[in-house]
């Protein structure tokens, strides 16, 4: 079974908190609860609960073979509001969100380019993900801040070793 995650940077909240919860479903809820309650001052009870519970994704794994990695290459000279969209996204998307892991790396020999890699538990989840209606609101406001069309790489891991 795998084990679940609250993140708050994906739940509705004017703190900004970024907490993120992992362990086995009942724990993550408990802990999520007492945060819930301690930190944004909701009160506990059935309806934070279903709240929690709605929010409550699988953690991501490490990535192995039969896993999907896209690697999106792009150039902007506005990479901050390009991690602001980023940042819409995940909180738009919220619990539907497919990706497991994603990190993104600024070219050090080219001024503005960029490669973000993205993690999928498949290549089903991958094209779920990019049919979902934020992802495409995403990618039409990603394009308009690029310099050119970005460049996408799909990748069946094949093989895949722990650091």
């Known amino acids: 079974m795998p084990r679940k995650m609250l993140d708050c940077r994906e739940m509705p909240s004017e703190s900004g908190c970024s907490l993120t919860l992992t362990g086995e479903a009942d724990e993550v809820l408990e802990a999520g609860a007492a945060h819930a309650v301690a930190v944004h001052g909701h009160t506990d009870g059935d309806e934070l609960r279903a709240g929690l519970r709605s929010g409550l994704r699988d953690a991501p794994q490490a990535t192995g073979p039969g896993a999907f990695v ?7 000279r ?26 993104m790396g600024r070219h050090r020999d080219r001024a503005d380019s960029y490669l973000q890699v993205v993690a999928f538990d498949s290549a089903e989840d991958a094209r779920r993900n990019s049919d979902h209606p934020v992802t495409t609101a995403f990618a039409e406001k990603m394009r308009a801040l690029c310099d050119g069309p970005p460049t996408f790489h799909d990748l069946d891991v094949v093989r895949a070793e722990p650091s």
């Open 70 to 76: 896209q690697v999106i290459e792009f150039s902007t």
């Open 78 to 103: 506005s990479y901050d509001e390009m991690d602001a969209l980023m940042d819409g996204w995940m909180a738009d998307i919220g619990a539907e969100r497919a990706a497991g892991w994603m990190v």
